[in-house]
Each structure stands twice: as structure tokens, then as C-alpha cells.
């Protein structure tokens, strides 16, 4: 990454990379998804309502070509350069956010969750989050508070609920609305517009969340969550299940970065 790009992640929380998945990577990246969609078991997750996907988690270690994506050296090498060390695939999911039935997700800090339900000591951690379809104003962007992850945590509510609730459109920590009027007051509410392949990474503590997707049109998104080898999770009482919260710091192996195409990745 250049200068000038770290120099605008760490003054907003964010960075937009348009176009950084080709035509044809997205091609085997979509391939897969009917697959993992069709997958009945805990790591799916269900709209409440219409019963149609929500989320799938941790997909990296049961599938070949998401587990080759987490390894790309285009986003390994950004992930290790912004957080200073190496990286591991902490949380791995894919947010379907369907056309006409997809809900919101909350606003909300990641680090909230990743701090209190997994014990990560601090938010040296990151999230890529590739557009798998283009993004508009109607099928439900990410917004985020631009410059909030310097503002630490806010202060929420707390809903009586297991690790589920932290998939569910009723999200476990509810933010207060006092604090994040404030902040959207002090800073503002931005809602990056992209084409399909683009990638969004963002800081672990910026406040973000999504609408409901209003559109014809769905929204999928993969994300992938990077954490500093030296941020070692400390232990908790009942951890969330591994593939949603990987208690594993191995930093990641690089293969080559046109493996999702060249169909044999060296690692």
C-alpha cells in the first residue's frame, strides 16, 4: 500500500480498493456459493422471518477456494503493513444480505464483540470485506463513522443472549442511541458505493453498520477478519465455537496471488 493509503486508513478507519478482484476470480468465488449456502449446520445462519440465508462463518477451513482467498497476498501484505506483524484469519463469514430479504446488521464495533466475547486485548485487527456484487444505495452498503476507531469504545446495552446473539439482526450489544448520535454528529456517516470485486477494509473499532437490503439486486459480501499474531486472545469462560472465533494464531501462508484462477496454489 502506498503512503497516502495508510495514511487515509488511519484517519478514517477505512479504505476503499475498487476493482481489486478480477471478472474471473469472482466468477469462482460466486461458483462456491450455492455450496456453502446449501450447508446445514451451525455455521449457517438464518434470517429470522423469511428463513433464507444470513450469514455462513468459517467456510475457509472447509472449502478450497475460500480457504486459498484468506491467503491472496493482496490483502495478507495490507492486513500484515497496517497491523505491523503478522496475521491470522481470525473470523471468517460471508453476509448474504439476499435481494428484498435481507436485514440489518446493527450499528455496532467489532472489537466490542471480539474484546468481551473472545478476550482479544486490544483492536490491532482489521476486517477485508470484498463486494461480491456491486453496491448502491438501495441494497443495504456498509456505512461507517469515518475517524471513530480513535475514539475507543462506546458505551451499549447489553441483550441477554448466547453467542448466537451475535449474528442476529437483534445484535448482543445494542450501542446506545446517545452514542452514536454523537458520534455521527462530530463526524459524520459515510456510505461507500462500489463495483462488484472492490474491497473494503476497516479498522476493528470504526462504528459501522447496514439497512436492510431494499433492492432487486443482492448484496454479498466476504469477509475477512485479520488479527496481529502478537494480539493472542486471551482465555474466556465458554468461548464462541472456532469457526467463528479462531483461538488459533498461526500467521497465514501466502500462495500465489492469481491461485484462484491458476487453480493450484503454492503455498
Given at each position: 500500500?502506498?503512503?497516502?493509503?495508510?495514511?487515509?486508513?488511519e484517519e478514517d478507519g477505512y479504505l476503499l480498493l475498487p476493482r481489486y478482484v478480477d471478472r474471473a476470480e469472482l466468477d469462482v468465488l460466486r461458483g462456491e456459493l450455492p455450496v456453502v449456502f446449501a450447508?446445514?449446520?451451525?455455521?449457517?445462519?438464518?434470517?429470522?422471518?423469511?428463513?433464507?440465508?444470513?450469514?455462513?462463518?468459517?467456510?475457509?477451513?472447509?472449502?478450497?477456494v475460500f480457504r486459498t482467498l484468506v491467503r491472496l497476498p493482496r490483502l495478507v501484505e495490507p492486513a500484515r503493513q497496517l497491523l505491523g506483524s503478522d496475521v491470522h484469519v481470525f473470523q471468517f463469514k460471508i453476509n448474504?444480505?439476499?435481494a428484498l430479504v435481507g436485514e440489518v446488521w446493527e450499528w455496532h464495533q467489532d472489537y466490542r464483540f471480539w474484546r468481551d466475547e473472545d478476550g482479544m486485548p486490544t483492536d490491532r485487527?482489521?476486517?477485508?470485506?470484498?463486494?461480491m456484487d456491486d453496491v448502491d444505495e438501495f441494497n443495504g452498503p456498509l456505512m461507517f463513522?469515518?475517524?471513530?476507531?480513535?475514539?475507543?469504545?462506546?458505551?451499549?446495552?447489553?441483550?441477554?443472549?448466547?453467542?448466537?446473539?451475535?449474528?442476529?439482526?437483534k445484535l448482543k450489544y445494542s450501542l446506545r442511541v446517545e452514542a452514536?448520535?454523537?458520534?455521527?454528529?462530530?463526524?459524520?456517516?459515510?456510505?461507500p458505493k462500489a463495483p462488484a470485486g472492490s474491497v473494503l477494509?476497516?479498522?476493528?473499532?470504526?462504528?459501522?453498520?447496514?439497512?436492510?437490503?431494499?433492492?432487486?439486486?443482492?448484496?454479498?459480501m466476504v469477509l475477512i477478519s485479520y488479527n496481529s499474531v502478537e494480539n493472542r486472545l486471551r482465555d474466556v469462560p465458554d468461548p464462541r465455537p472456532g469457526f467463528l472465533?479462531?483461538?488459533i494464531p498461526d500467521p497465514v501462508l501466502t500462495v500465489d496471488d492469481d491461485a484462484l484462477v491458476a487453480g493450484f496454489p503454492r503455498v
Open positions: 500500500m502506498t503512503e497516502e493509503q495508510v495514511e487515509r486508513y450447508e446445514d449446520s451451525p455455521r449457517r445462519v438464518l434470517e429470522e422471518g423469511s428463513g433464507v440465508v444470513r450469514g455462513v462463518h468459517g467456510v475457509h477451513e472447509t472449502n478450497s448474504a444480505k439476499l485487527a482489521l476486517s477485508a470485506a470484498i463486494l463513522v469515518p475517524g471513530s476507531h480513535r475514539d475507543g469504545l462506546c458505551a451499549v446495552d447489553t441483550r441477554d443472549a448466547d453467542w448466537t446473539g451475535t449474528l442476529t439482526s452514536l448520535a454523537s458520534a455521527a454528529k462530530q463526524r459524520g456517516i459515510v456510505a477494509l476497516f479498522h476493528s473499532s470504526i462504528l459501522h453498520g447496514s439497512g436492510p437490503n431494499m433492492s432487486p439486486d443482492n448484496r454479498t472465533a479462531s483461538r
